[in-house]
């Protein structure tokens, strides 16, 4: 309760602050249907290899920008990869 004039000061200008902030960000699109992969194959390491940092970790839709479906079928054949030891599950 005690925020409430503070925070309507500020609203202002907020959006005008900082435009460099959002250079980082690519361009989203889907890799699976720009190039109309239907089945991700489990045994392409070529292909799941950018979608495993090295962590081991499955990149999030947000950073890599895969669409909800193919991060699903994606998220299955990595599943599917680690259970046959073609990925490591972690990092070291
Ligand atoms: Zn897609």
Do not use: W
């Amino acid at each position: 309760m005690a925020f409430r004039k503070s925070r309507m000061q500020q609203s202002g200008d907020a959006k005008t602050a900082n435009p460099k902030r959002f250079m980082v960000r690519r361009k989203r699109f889907c890799k699976f249907c720009a190039d109309k992969i239907d089945y991700i194959d489990y045994k392409d390491q070529r292909l799941l290899g950018p979608f495993i940092p090295e962590r081991g970790k499955i990149l999030p839709r947000r950073i890599s920008g895969v669409c909800a479906v193919h991060q699903r079928k994606l998220s299955e054949a990595i599943k599917r990869a680690r259970h046959l030891a073609l990925i490591p599950f972690t990092a070291d």
